[in-house]
């Protein structure tokens, strides 16, 4: 049995979970001034708060890469990771979601819950994360709790246990009712900290009905509750906080609160309902990883052989950040420790507890903890360290396929391996990014979750590393290919200046061919064609194969047949019959009908039923061929074929079309006949 001597319980691990612009980064800031961790409140408009401080995030006043703090409050540690809001980042929450046991959610009181709300808040169902609900901005014009509760309840289909009822509307926003205490909590004008009081008069009618609500609510969900409720007909304060706890936990119930963080009004209760409610590493089923093939379970327990999970990697001129969750054993400096996947070991230099950019040396990590090391050179986001005498492998974080992609060049020849290591650097910070060389353009091809996310990775670089990039779309790689071939295609191949000559007679047939691709064959009789002239005379076509002669494309879905030839008793040759292949395909291909390709893919879009429309219409427009449409659980799944160069700034356009709401994927299926204005280069 679990005793609370045992520290695991007073840690609290968690996120903040949020639409852009919903206050995320401002209840993280007030979060760390009221317990003590910072002495002046930062402000996101100021560019002065702890978490968003990379001169991007000051400069575009948006959250861009998950910061992780620790802080305490009334004796519990808090290890809090404030996430991006912009979906363009939804990687960054899906690594922090990964290795969180709770989070709290933070909705707009007017607005309430918005597409990227909808988006973290499936990703922390995905990954069973706990939540709690922060109604935030009680403060704006507008903001209405009870509308912005029926949204997260419409939309979100949790079971929303509201726990308080405002004191005061809009600027008269003042504090709040406490329905389990029944009590009163109101912060002054400047004041950091609530005065307690008695309901006011003027509530005390409306709070009892809440609180019996609440009451009800909770007695319908939880037997122990129930069963003091059909004997009581009401509950102890005590009796609903261990209930909440429950349904907390096991995702049967939110808890819902509401505050205005920028007036620090409402974050003393937010911290302790985190406390409260939340579950503590020891909470939580113990972490399943693979050995051998063989599931197997670590228990959080400083004890148990290490196991830790990197999610996150800072590669910096100075060294490399390891950000770990610890979940069982413990890690001190110095230790070696092993990288699960790669089978390398590795010494852990110096443990550091974060607070943002800053960083205060500990000694030891032990179960629970969320700590930094430094010293590590090869783990990576998703990496397993353990105990080199005890294995084990964890279940890493998703990565999101690319969906957009740009060319990217330094502007100086001399700085082309300076830009190849930075976009190392970015690509081993960021799992979501991907960085290719394009065989046939040639072109560095970098690839991300959306154009605002590869803006900010090649402003990165431009800052970091002091380097000019230019940037562009990438070069479609068109095709070529046989609309209507001919047959009986002389060529002859004659050289002679002194010594032995060269001499080769063919005679070919082109056609096109469905399957595509390339296919030779030999028809030749009599021995007027040997074999082995034959092969030169197919290699020879393969080396025309290269360049077509609409744009010097590749050329492919063609047959050749070798139908009739010459040869000269002393001048043919291996190299005089390849030669004559060569010029011969290419002389063919002029005469025969070619046809320009391009590039086609299969785009599945994913968008809420009433934008259907304006999506259709927009595929249309780009050229794409519908395939399928149906409906599943609420919104529309439309199947199509559209020619990749279309897609170009199409992840932007869906998401202004949906509201953000609208989500593809991309999957390439081949080449199709480009429309006769297609660019031949």
Not at 31 to 49: A, M, S, W
Not at 159 to 171: F, N, Y
Not at 629 to 646: I, K, M, Q
Request: proline residues 6%; charged residues 25%.
């Amino acid at each position: 049995m679990r005793t609370s001597t045992n520290p695991l319980t007073t840690v609290r691990n968690l996120g903040i979970l949020a639409h852009v612009d919903a206050g995320k980064t401002t209840v993280t800031e007030r979060i760390l001034y009221t317990t003590g961790t910072t002495y002046k409140r930062g402000e996101v408009h100021d560019g002065t708060t702890v978490t968003d401080f990379d001169p991007q995030e000051r400069d575009r006043g948006i959250t861009i890469f998950a910061a992780a703090v620790s802080c305490s409050w009334d004796g519990h540690r808090i290890n809090l990771i404030d996430t991006p809001g912009h979906v363009d980042f939804a990687d960054e929450v899906e690594r922090s979601l990964r290795v969180l046991d709770g989070a709290v959610a933070v909705f707009d009181a007017v607005a309430g819950v918005e597409p990227q709300s909808e988006s973290v808040w499936r990703q922390a169902d995905r990954h069973g994360v706990p939540r709690i609900a922060f109604v935030n901005k009680m403060d704006r014009a507008g903001a209405d709790l009870d509308t912005a509760v029926a949204s997260i309840r419409e939309r979100l289909h949790p079971v929303p246990l509201v726990t308080q009822l405002p004191i005061g509307t809009e600027d008269g926003f003042t504090g709040v009712v406490d329905l389990l205490r029944m009590r009163a909590l109101v912060w002054a004008d400047g004041a950091d900290t609530p005065e307690e009081g008695p309901v006011p008069a003027a509530l005390s009618e409306e709070a009892a009905r809440r609180r019996r609500l609440l009451e009800e609510a909770v007695a319908e969900r939880h037997p122990a509750a129930l069963e003091e409720f059909c004997d009581r007909e009401t509950l102890t304060a005590a009796t609903l906080a261990a209930a909440l706890r429950d349904l907390t936990r096991t995702g049967d119930g939110v808890v819902v609160l509401c505050g205005s963080a920028y007036r620090n009004r409402g974050v003393e209760p937010l911290l302790d309902a985190v406390v409260a409610y939340l579950p503590s590493p020891l909470d939580v089923p113990p972490v399943r990883g693979t050995h051998n093939g063989a599931d197997e379970e670590r228990p959080a327990d400083p004890a148990a052989p290490m196991a830790a999970l990197a999610f996150k990697v800072n590669a910096t001129p100075t060294g490399r950040l390891t950000y770990l969750r610890v979940y069982s054993g413990t890690i001190e400096k110095g230790d070696t420790v092993r990288d699960a996947g790669t089978g390398r070991t590795e010494r852990v230099g110096r443990l550091l507890r974060v607070r943002a950019d800053r960083h205060d040396p500990l000694e030891r990590a032990v179960a629970g903890d969320i700590v930094a090391v430094i010293g590590l050179k090869g783990a990576r986001a998703g990496s397993t360290l353990c105990a080199p005498d005890a294995p084990l492998v964890l279940e890493p974080p998703g990565v999101a396929e690319p969906v957009v992609h740009v060319a990217v060049e330094a502007r100086r020849a001399t700085d082309t391996d300076r830009l190849a290591s930075a976009l190392a650097r970015l690509t081993e910070e960021d799992p979501s990014l991907a960085v290719r060389t394009d065989p046939e353009t040639g072109q560095t091809v970098l690839s991300g979750m959306g154009e605002l996310h590869l803006e900010v990775a090649v402003e990165r670089v431009r800052r970091e590393h002091g380097l000019e990039v230019t940037v562009g779309r990438p070069s479609v790689a068109y095709r070529e290919t046989v609309g209507a071939g001919v047959t009986g295609f002389v060529h002859r191949h004659v050289k002679q200046d002194g010594g032995a000559g060269q001499f080769a007679h063919i005679v070919l047939d082109v056609e096109p061919r469905e399957e595509g691709g390339f296919e030779f064959r030999s028809t030749v009789v009599g021995g007027r064609v040997p074999q082995e002239f034959a092969r030169a005379v197919e290699a020879g076509c393969r080396d025309a194969l290269t360049e077509g002669p609409l744009g010097g494309h590749p050329v492919t879905g063609l047959r050749v047949t070798l139908t009739d030839g010459q040869t000269h008793v002393k001048d043919s040759s291996d190299t005089a019959f390849r030669t004559a292949g060569r010029f011969g395909l290419r002389d063919a291909l002029r005469a025969s009908r070619m046809v320009l390709l391009e590039p086609v893919v299969e785009v599945t879009v994913t968008v809420p039923e009433d934008a259907v429309g304006g999506v259709l219409g927009d595929l249309a427009a780009r050229r794409g061929r519908v395939t399928g449409s149906e409906t599943r659980g609420g919104a529309a799944v439309v199947t199509a074929t559209v020619p990749l160069a279309e897609l170009f700034g199409y992840a932007t356009r869906l998401r202004s079309r949906t509201q953000g709401r609208g989500t593809f994927t991309a999957r390439p299926t081949g080449y199709a006949p480009a429309p006769a204005e297609a660019p031949a280069r």
